[in-house]
């Protein structure tokens, strides 16, 4: 997907040596030398940041989303203590609902009878199990859920053209009717590895919210450049450092400007994160919320800051506040140190309403991503626009919900394996440098 934009400065930390697909924030470490997303025509680019942080109070189920636009105030020193409230459900994306159907209001459990044969796919193998090896199933709110699902249902796939109707005309019904529809409908699978292991990785993900210029002046002088002309006929294209040294790489960049931030750092945060939303100061003074869209790389290999910094010894907290305050002290090496990762991604620039919240950004199924109930998972384990269980004991939170497979990225492989995406802003990118914790996944497969 074009990659979700992630948050704000974010107080995540660089994923030692891995970095999971889109998600600057996301910490899980998936090993590999260039995990960024390779293509993203409306994928999140999730990179994993390893977190060396302390551990963080379990979220609540609520996330305050951003209110005010177009400009959106920057979040108080107090974001850390909004981090407990960015794991649950978050408010549903702009979906219509359509009239509720009628189905019985019965609790009965559908357990009874033989299970289905196990069903194998290119990365997984999925083990039929009973409505009651579900963890955690009568306390999730599915309400919160159901936006996610209808956005998924948008764009759905032959197993899914049928009772996507039925998931429209559920939108709001009360979510004991939702779970027993869903009881009704669906047999859940256990996934687990092609040799038969059900434990995986979480990570998280998300949106970064930074402040831009449309012109460049002195605190605004970092661009963000559109995809230049003749990108696909080399390959890899330039570093990032061949990129502000060489002049025929100058040159092929001079025009593709969409606009300047202010922070270095911020930039390669929005890099690393595949998209995010900027508060723009347009020529004439007027601020409006734009979104950088992923629109393409350099093809370059992903390679770590933080990873770099620890290695020749030079910090011991590679998180994003950990880098940056390196740089404050060392402000004559940071081209040397930004150069050491020579991916560069560019954008595509996407107008918001303005006045409203925007939907968040496109995942790899080609809708809005949902905070708190969107995943990243691998393809070859889990198809685009199904309703998974998602169970994560950790240190940073505990979560028994459903969740949408939206999205993908290059280091999210694997059977269990999935990327959450938290949403947008500080508290986000909080909770995203620190989740890297056990998990499980449930699918949810049409009977």
Known sequence: MPNALKADRLYSTESEGQRPPQGLSSSADSGGADNSPLERPANMVHHTMPSNTTKANKASSKINHMSKFPFIAWPSAGAAWVLAAIVGSLAGCSVTPTQQGSWPDTRTSSDAGPLPEPIVQT???WVAVP?????????????????AWQQSCLRPTPAWKTLCTEVQQLAQAPAHTQRQW?????????????DQRPDGLLTAYYEPVLSGSRQARAAFNVPLYAPPAGLAQ?????????????????????????????????AMVLHIQGS???????SDGRQRLVRMAF????????KSIGRWLLDQGLIRDASWPGIKDWIARNPSRVNEL?????????????????????????????VPLTAGRSIAVDRGSIPYGTPV?????????????????????????GAVRADYYAGSGTAAGELAGRMKQPLQLWVLWPK
């Open 123 to 125: 990365q997984s193998r």
């Open 131 to 147: 409505w009651s090896h579900i963890p955690g199933l009568d306390n999730d709110n599915l309400q919160d859920a159901w936006p």
């Open 182 to 194: 869903m009881r009704q409908k669906l047999q859940p699978y256990r996934v687990e590895s092609l």
């Open 234 to 266: 080399r390959k890899p294209w330039y570093t990032r450092q061949e990129m502000e040294t060489l002049p025929t790489a100058r040159a092929a960049l001079r025009g593709k400007e969409l606009l300047y931030l202010a922070d270095p750092v911020d």
């Open 276 to 282: 995010g939303l900027v508060n723009v100061t347009e």
């Open 295 to 302: 629109a393409g790389t350099n093809d370059q290999p992903y």
């Open 338 to 366: 930004l150069w050491q990762n020579p991916r560069v991604v560019f954008f595509k620039e996407e107008a918001l309403a303005p006045g409203s919240t925007p939907p968040g950004p496109k995942g790899a199924q080609g």
């Open 389 to 413: 269980w998602l169970r994560s004991q950790g240190p940073v939170t505990s979560l028994d919900k459903l969740v949408l497979a939206q999205d993908t990225g290059t280091a999210i492989v």
